[in-house]
């Protein structure tokens, strides 16, 4: 019998779980063995249109406000009823809540759901997470940090999550050749949000010493954008500093860097991490969270000492720049990573499975 599945997400922005799904929506459409719809609550964003340029089904369901919750479960029963969907697999807390109270009226349709972050504010999206994991069969996680907190957090039993990593296309993301240039580029690339802790990476290029040999990029947008340039300008590194907004796509900013610097101790994963390793840009992340999976200390990347982390992100840019040897046995070490680990040659037979999704 062909399988419908509807693939359900918060919001169809440019994001990291965005990005899964929109990846994991081509990758599993099959017709007419299989075919996947994809809806978000929010509106129409561009993940959408990358979505509906590939042939996926999408519909934005346009809430906009915690209250009418309620009325999109209603119309996730009806476009489940209307498409014969067997499986929703929902993403992110405020889609996971929407299907636990879709799946009350919707007997016979299995539903899965997916916690992607570590990050402990608000408070509610866990206690919302602890009422809705029980309409779900599985709890698909990127990340063993996931698992542990939303264990703890949650009520979750551990007999019920599975934990598949998320992946890159490896080959569409080209070699970068850094360290090429009289300056060393430091770069990050994520939403400008301050539990991301943007604003250490300032601290961190002071620090470092190197005055006009060393630049920071922020690629991203969001709240922290206009705090991070001011204080630039009080710290007197305003010239060094590059703000270049929202990127089509990471390879866009890769290509700009030298070293991919992540400051966040909250990332569930870190897709940013292995997309700059499938790139050959060396890494160095806050030693915390989901990363903890993908980095080896010395071996693929480096993790900074969450207690004092600037100063490993300042000492990252002298060590990669002067010591070939080490800053190529890095990069290597990335490359392999991702080719043995985080393709969706290799993760996505484990979708497929918990799917159950034959051949």
């Known amino acids: 019998m062909p399988r419908r599945i509807l693939l359900l997400i918060t919001d169809l922005e440019i994001g990291g779980t965005p990005t899964v799904v929109r990846e994991l929506a081509i990758r599993l459409n099959a017709p007419p063995e299989v075919r996947v719809d994809v809806a978000c609550l929010k509106g129409w964003g561009p993940v959408a249109d990358q979505l509906r340029d590939a042939g996926i089904p999408v519909t934005a369901l346009g ?31 405020h889609a996971n809540v929407v299907a636990a109270l879709a799946a009350r009226r919707l007997p016979g349709v299995r ?47 551990e007999s019920k999550f599975v934990v598949i990593p998320n992946a890159v296309d490896a080959g569409a993301f080209p070699r970068v050749d850094v360290f090429r240039g009289p300056v060393v580029r430091a770069g990050y690339l994520g939403r400008l949000d301050p539990a991301k802790e ?9 620090a470092a010493g190197m005055e006009e040999k060393a630049e920071l990029h922020y690629f991203g947008d969001g709240p922290e954008r206009r705090p991070l340039r001011d204080q630039a300008a009080r710290m007197g590194l305003a010239d060094r500093v590059r703000f270049h907004g929202a990127v089509r796509s990471p390879q866009e900013a890769l290509g700009q860097m030298d070293v991919l ?52 992100f300042a000492e990252s840019l002298w060590k990669l720049r002067d010591d070939v040897a080490f800053r190529e046995r890095l ?24 799917l159950e999704i034959s051949g």
Not at 121 to 146: D, K, L, M
Not at 198 to 206: I, K, M, S, Y
Not at 341 to 348: I, P, S
Request: charge should be positive; avoid cysteine; hydrophobic fraction near 45%.
């Open 331 to 354: 990069i290597e070490g990335g490359l392999r990573t991702v080719r043995e680990r985080f393709t969706w040659a290799a993760v996505l037979p484990r979708y497929r499975e918990v």
């Open 111 to 157: 539903f899965v759901q997916s916690i992607q972050t570590v990050q402990p504010w608000p408070r509610w999206h866990w206690v919302a997470q602890r009422w809705a994991h029980r309409r779900a069969e599985r709890v698909v996680v990127p990340s063993t940090a996931i698992a542990a907190f939303a264990g703890r957090r949650s009520g979750i039993p």
């Open 63 to 93: 809430i906009k406000r915690p209250s009418e919750l309620l009325a999109a479960a209603r119309r996730l029963r009806e476009m489940v009823g209307e498409r014969q969907v067997d499986t929703v697999f929902s993403f992110l807390v």
């Open 261 to 312: 610097w992540q400051p966040s101790a909250i990332e569930g994963f870190g897709l940013v991490v292995i997309e700059a390793m499938a790139s050959g840009v060396p890494v160095v992340s806050q030693g915390a969270g989901g990363v903890l999976d993908i980095i080896r200390d010395g071996e693929n990347g480096l993790l900074a000492n969450v207690r004092s982390p600037h100063h490993m």
């Open 198 to 206: 943007p604003r250490l990476l300032l601290a961190a290029l002071r």
